[in-house]
């Protein structure tokens, strides 16, 4: 079976500069390791990353998060050092959730990232809506949210639409 591991928004913004947190900063590592997990079995590695013009305060998003960010082509926008693979796919989404999945082939998804409440969960029900019989996971020691009680909320959405979600013991 294909696995694919997609790795969500883990963008400077969201780790360490304009929306990030502590909790952010501190999944990183463990990012990284699984990254290189997937990497050293020659599994399919997607990163997906936040994507706004100079003109975001403008859109509907911006006018609800009043806070530039992920701005196309700026340091925050970027994905954090270390974190890319070689052979790795980059999508540029433009909000949440990517809607074109349907164009991907999978099999058995795993997704991390940032933000738990947002894109996370936005993504992985995309996933299991538009691949029914496929097996979707999300590893929560890998993740971060906006605040720790969105995250912990996010993670039980997604368990409650039949996401399998792994928890630290």
């Given at each position: 079976?294909?696995?694919?591991?997609?790795?969500?928004?883990?963008?400077?913004?969201?780790?360490?500069?304009?929306?990030?947190?502590?909790?952010?900063?501190?999944?990183?590592?463990?990012?990284?390791?699984?990254?290189?997990?997937?990497?050293?079995?020659?599994?399919?590695?997607?990163?997906?990353?936040?994507?706004?013009?100079?003109?975001?305060?403008?859109?509907?998003?911006?006018?609800?998060?009043?806070?530039?960010?992920?701005?196309?082509?700026?340091?925050?926008?970027?994905?954090?050092?270390?974190?890319?693979?070689?052979?790795s796919k980059i999508?540029?989404?433009?909000?949440?959730?990517?809607?074109?999945?349907?164009?991907?082939?999978?099999?058995?998804?795993?997704?991390?990232?940032?933000?738990?409440?947002?894109?996370?969960?936005?993504?992985?029900?995309?996933?299991?809506?538009?691949?029914?019989?496929?097996?979707?996971?999300?590893?929560?020691?890998?993740?971060?949210?906006?605040?720790?009680?969105s995250h912990n909320?996010?993670?039980k959405t997604m368990?409650?639409?039949?996401?399998?979600?792994?928890?630290?013991?």
């Amino acid at each position: 079976m294909k696995k694919t591991l997609i790795v969500v928004d883990m963008q400077n913004d969201f780790i360490d500069m304009a929306l990030g947190t502590k909790e952010a900063v501190a999944i990183v590592p463990k990012v990284k390791e699984k990254i290189r997990e997937y990497a050293e079995r020659g599994d399919e590695i997607i990163f997906t990353r936040d994507t706004h013009s100079k003109a975001y305060l403008q859109t509907s998003e911006g006018k609800k998060l009043p806070v530039e960010h992920c701005i196309k082509g700026t340091k925050g926008w970027e994905i954090a050092d270390g974190l890319y693979v070689e052979d790795s796919k980059i999508i540029d989404k433009p909000n949440f959730g990517w809607p074109h999945w349907k164009d991907e082939t999978l099999e058995e998804v795993e997704l991390i990232g940032l933000c738990t409440d947002i894109c996370v969960v936005s993504n992985a029900l995309i996933i299991k809506a538009t691949f029914p019989d496929a097996v979707v996971k999300v590893d929560a020691s890998c993740c971060a949210g906006v605040t720790v009680e969105s995250h912990n909320a996010a993670l039980k959405t997604m368990e409650m639409c039949q996401v399998e979600v792994t928890r630290e013991v």
